[in-house]
């Protein structure tokens, strides 16, 4: 018995130690998501005004651009 | 005890669904008046900050299929996959989280796919094969995720497995792939990649807080009968698990058919690696954030963090293995050995049966899991298809409305092409297998990014040498698998052998070709731009 969990003592460690490392994994999740949900809300507020504010440029949409000459002849 | 069933959903369920739906609804309506520009649509207009971005990106890897896969796999290998993971995570930290190691270089491009990248790094030829090489393999791998999902939810709410409508008999699953591909054809189409990023926002939490309710429910039901409450159901869990499975329930490297094996794990890790340069919705994603740096440090955060939520849904599939064991019960007709492993968990969750309100909230993660990969991926080969197949063979750029409306009939179509595959699939081999079949032939790009990014050296004919090999071997693999089955023989490695070694051999030949090469290289130096950015917009 490690805790409050009883092991199968014939698998030796391994098993002990993927249940704690469950546990921690798990306790360690729940709470970065009450964090996460948090500032994902403060970022959220940024990208909404953001997006109203920034003028939308029409050549950002996926085509090639040209590598600057100058670095391109660098090497 | 009977099954679940379609009509014993509370009414108080479907009223949390629809209630669920016309949040998220309402939100993508909303960010579809903010959207302007292509890069609105595609990218977010690569305004996404670090947490907004993990909290999505945490969510859009959380997929109705994915669920099913590792419950999948918590019911075939138990909590092992936890040692592999253990060893994997710190190197992958370090490289990604810490170094952003290719990641951050990519964001830098302001590249919208990898083969936008390859066009400027090698030639414009190039980006249209890897664009078609990509988006077939993509596709491929995205035809499950629909028939996969709906063969799930009906087992999971003990639908029949056929319906009465116009006088014919429709299977059910069907009806519920129509279902999953509507919605997120009416989420992508409202305001692309924004609605994207802020409905699997919401998702992911969504998700997350379900599926701990539904654990912690499962683990109360499955005390024995003369206690109750979570220890002993853990305890009841913990020693079902190492019952059933003895040390390859806790050991992947255990010497057991059950366990997952060393070569397993070190093809898992070189694709995980190669695909964060090639695979087109982790790139996207990438290139919607604000700036090199947030790449790198929302991959370190979710990558700590972000582990326990797929433990918790494995932890299902352990729950059904322990209260059921590896058997298929004599009561199940009509599946398979090989299908039983993805049925268990909802037969079980079924058979165990789950409370109002709880099954209101499962229903709509459920749903909104598959909204959230669906979209993810869909349009993000969608962009590609445009970006890379189409766009490259016009005279003038398409103008954004144009653009914008390319991207959703060719939503459109994927859409169509998911449920035409669903209406002939039958599964024959586990779901992760399938996905990382069809992941194999995207990796081999991952190669000629990489190169392209770090070695100056780097020349399109070695670039085609890489991508030649990374496609002809794996699908060589498939053929003679497949025509010696039928004399009931099989090759001396395995699938994941085959991959490992041809992302070798891809890379080897990569080099020694562009060293041949007399081709001017069109290298620049992204480490600069990733520093001059970061400065930028410190």
Known sequence: ?75 | MPLASISSIHPLDWMILGVGFGFFLAWAIYLNTKTRSVADYLVSGRKVRMWLGMGAGIGGEIGLISIAAMCEQGYRNGFSFVIGNLISTPIMLVLFGVYGFGIERFRATRCMSVPQYVEMRFTSKLRILIGIINCIAGVLQMCIFPIGGAIFVRRLIGAPDTFMTLGMNIPTDWGLMLILLICPLIFTTLGGYTTLIVTNFFQGILVMATMTWLFVHVVIQSAPEATSGFVPGLQAMWSGLEQNLKLAGVNPFANSPDAYGIQFFLFLNVMTILLQFSYGPYLQQYASMDKPRTVSRSYLLGAIFGFGRSLIIFGLGVAALAAMGKAMPDTVIGVSATEWTSYATPYFLAKLGIPVVLMGFLLLALLFADVAVTDKYILSWSTSIVNDCIQPFRKSPLEPKAHIRAVRITVLAICIVLFLFGLIYKPGMTIWSFMWLTANLIGGSGIVVLLGMYWRGAKTPGAYACIAICVIAPLADIATRQVLARSGQTLPWTPEQTGLYTYLAGAVAMIVVSLLSGEKSKYWDLGAVVREQNRATA
């Open chain 1, 1 to 75: 018995m490690i805790g409050f969990i009883e092991f199968d003592p014939s698998l030796g460690y391994w098993s002990p130690f993927t249940f704690w490392t469950v546990v921690i994994s798990v306790v360690l999740t729940l709470g970065f998501t009450v964090v996460v949900f948090i500032g994902g809300i403060v970022d959220l507020r940024y990208l909404l005004k953001s997006m109203d504010e920034e003028a939308p440029d029409a050549s950002d949409d996926g085509r090639a651009v040209a590598v600057p000459p100058a670095e391109a002849d660098r090497h």
